[in-house]
């Protein structure tokens, strides 16, 4: 039986979606990248209103595509709106983001009897960190995998839905994070990013904090290098920055997430920080990591945000020298305590208000790429003719690099946002194989 598996959303989805196709190789099905399958299963998100159209619109697709397909929709979507899940007339099996261990059973069941099956339980808060779904293989062009380590979100921020589709913390021990660290760069990864639904929450639920699971990663055998996925600012202490500034492997990029740079406008969101607050992590972090880039998210068009605030926000980004911003548009999701509040900004002024904030932040990452001529960076060459620098900095590569590799470049021209560069001895170094 062949198993088509289409991701839609974050790292941790991609990370559960991998770990599903090891689940049904295990069990005996052919897991097909694309064309004709027998089971499609469309791993949702909705974190946005965009998010779900998408979700619909991929299910709608993919049953004109596969007619007589058993058509699967899990994650995200299920778990926190399963009424409208259910909806869907086109999908044969509704499941959540609960139990995904059980997904091979449920699939053989339906496939067995044909039998219409939505299974979305809710999160009970007494969950466990899920073990049981571990991914082992990513995109082996990049050489880069994603290791989930914690999940679950207990923030309630006002515009998000996350803690409902996704339930209470949960973390993956220490140990466990080792072995999985150390079995991915057995595997020839070079670069590992630890992930999660909220990160920096990790060890909640067990007494520890996010620098145990970066050292312990920092412990594991192996030739790579590590990295993290978003962070909240206000939930790093100091001596918890003071503990992964001696990771050896840790690379100097930190995804802080902002949202707004206006404080009346934080608080409305149920952010559990100031701006004040904010810029003194940004700057412990490049105390402690010379060389440290930012980079973040930001919401345009909150509800009740003015142009003066706005303003504020602009100002405030440009004042961070960030390296790269994920920028999106308010969108209400429903059951949030966003979706209530007055002041609904038009959608035409929220759009324009994102393309300002792009703007300013692709000005920053043009300076940072053009401060960095000069300078010899350590890049993770991707497939595509560009690499990352250890810092985050998109690096443009020169002839002979190979792919999947860690190259010394010295940085030589900035294009916009992206440097250029360049072999020290104006050749690529000898290879010896």
């Not at 007619?67 to 009424?83: F, I, K, S």
């Not at 994920?326 to 994102?354: D, E, I, K, N, Q």
């Not at 010899?376 to 998109?394: P, S």
Request: with cysteine; aromatic share 6%; charged share 25%.
């Amino acid at each position: 039986m062949r198993v088509r598996i289409v991701t839609l959303g974050c790292r941790v989805n991609q990370v559960e979606s991998q770990a599903l196709a090891r689940q049904f190789a295990a069990a005996g099905f052919s897991v097909v990248p694309g064309g004709a399958a027998d089971v499609v299963i469309v791993n949702s998100c909705t974190v946005t209103a965009e998010a779900d159209r998408k979700t619909r619109q991929a299910i709608r697709r993919l049953r004109r595509e596969h007619p007589d397909a058993l058509l699967v929709l899990t994650g995200c979507l299920p778990q926190a709106a399963p009424e409208a899940a259910q909806a869907l007339p086109e999908a044969d099996l509704v499941t959540g983001t609960r139990d995904r261990a059980a997904l091979v059973s449920l699939v053989r069941k339906s496939l067995a009897d044909r039998v219409r099956r939505v299974s979305v339980e809710p999160y009970g808060g007494d969950e466990a960190f899920e073990t049981a779904l571990e991914a082992d293989g990513f995109d082996a062009r990049f050489q880069k995998a994603y290791l989930k380590v914690e999940d679950g979100c207990d923030r309630f921020c006002a515009y998000c839905v996350i803690p409902r589709a996704r339930g209470r913390v949960r973390s993956l021990l220490p140990a466990e994070i080792t072995r999985r660290a150390a079995a991915l760069a057995a595997n020839g990864y070079r670069e590992i990013v630890l992930t999660g639904i909220n990160l920096s929450r990790y060890g909640v639920d067990c007494g520890l904090s996010l620098a145990d699971a970066v050292e312990a990663a920092d412990a594991a055998a192996g030739d790579f290098r590590l990295r993290l996925s978003s962070l909240e600012s206000d939930l790093l202490s100091l001596e918890q920055w003071e503990r992964l500034a001696r990771c050896g492997r840790l690379c100097p990029q930190f995804h802080l997430a902002l949202q707004s740079g206006c404080d009346e406008t934080l608080a409305r969101m149920r952010r559990r920080y100031t701006t004040a607050q904010y810029r003194a992590a940004t700057e412990t972090a490049r105390a402690l990591f010379p060389g440290a880039q930012i980079t973040t998210d930001l919401i345009a068009g909150f509800p009740g945000e003015t142009e003066a605030e706005f303003a504020q926000t602009c100002a405030f980004v440009d004042s961070l020298g960030l390296l790269r911003a994920h920028v999106f548009v308010y969108s209400p999701r429903p059951g949030t305590a966003a979706a209530s509040l007055p002041g609904r900004v038009p959608a035409a002024a929220a759009r324009a208000r994102s393309r300002r904030l792009a703007e300013i932040v692709r000005e920053s990452a043009g300076r940072i790429a053009q401060a960095h001529i000069g300078r010899t960076v350590q890049v993770l060459c991707e497939a595509d003719g560009a690499g990352f620098a250890e810092n985050g900095l998109e690096v443009r590569l020169p002839a002979g690099a190979r792919v999947g590799e860690i190259e010394t470049l010295r940085i030589v021209a900035a294009e916009g946002e992206r440097a250029v560069g360049a072999w020290e001895t104006k050749s690529p170094p000898e290879r010896r194989f």
